[in-house]
């Protein structure tokens, strides 16, 4: 059974970076073609899809963070990891990771708790 | 980007009810869609991928319809474990892009 749990900081200043990372049990992040991605939910709000890294190695950011994004991969650590440079109050929200591309690549299929940060001085 | 659009943003209804909500997407992407349940304080589950299949140990109560730009899940014969925020997904290109989600609440 695939887990996946984030860590990190849970609150962060206004324009500094906001580091986080997710721990995959029980599947290694460099086996299969998966994709693994980030994904936020401001507090009352909806989804929305951060970037993800493939088992390779590329990367795929959604163009409305691209310029602040960097996801990254520790094989050694079984790990995956976000960066979000410049935060404001705007990226407080439950930051997810997830796996996807067991079916497609985009789909889904399994998800950490996820991790509250909040940017607040 | 391609625009998900919910319908409707929530519902109420009793246990026992058949229960739909629509997708709309703002081109077409074939079947490249997905469903989602979350309950509060808790982590988006997968419930239905490439718009009618089924995911391993979810009820089959749950089904999913259609493709294109319009889509539709099913919820026949409402649970008390049922009422949760549903979303819908497009997996179809990059940034993949969400629902603003469906409330299903007691009535």
């Known amino acids: 059974q695939v887990q996946l749990q984030e860590s990190g900081p849970g609150l962060v200043k206004p324009s500094e970076t906001l580091s986080l990372t997710c721990t995959v049990s029980?599947?290694?992040?460099?086996?299969?073609?998966?994709?693994w991605s980030w994904i936020r939910q401001p507090p009352g709000k909806g989804l929305e899809w951060i970037g993800y890294i493939y088992y390779s190695g590329s990367t795929n950011y959604n163009p409305s963070l691209t310029s602040r994004v960097t996801i990254s991969v520790d094989t050694s650590k079984n790990q995956f990891s976000l960066k979000l440079s410049s935060v404001t109050a705007a990226d407080t929200a439950v930051y997810y990771c997830a796996r996807g591309g067991f079916y497609q690549a985009g789909t889904l299929d399994y998800w950490g708790q996820g991790t509250l940060v909040t940017v607040s001085s | 980007d391609i625009q998900m659009t919910q319908s409707p943003s929530s519902l109420s209804a009793s246990v026992g009810d058949r229960v739909t909500i629509t997708c709309r997407a703002s081109q077409s992407i074939s079947n490249y869609l997905n469903w989602y349940q979350q309950k509060p304080g808790k982590a988006p589950k997968l419930l239905i991928y490439t718009a009618s299949s089924l995911q391993s140990g979810v009820p089959s109560r749950f089904s999913g319809s259609g493709s294109g730009t319009d889509f539709t899940l099913t919820i026949s014969g409402l649970q008390p474990e049922d009422f949760a925020t549903y979303y819908c997904?497009?997996?179809?290109?990059?940034?993949?892009?969400f629902g603003q989600g469906t409330k299903v609440e007691i009535k």
């Open positions: 029980g599947g290694s992040v460099s086996s299969g073609s998966y994709y």
């Open positions: 997904q497009q997996s179809y290109s990059t940034p993949w892009t």
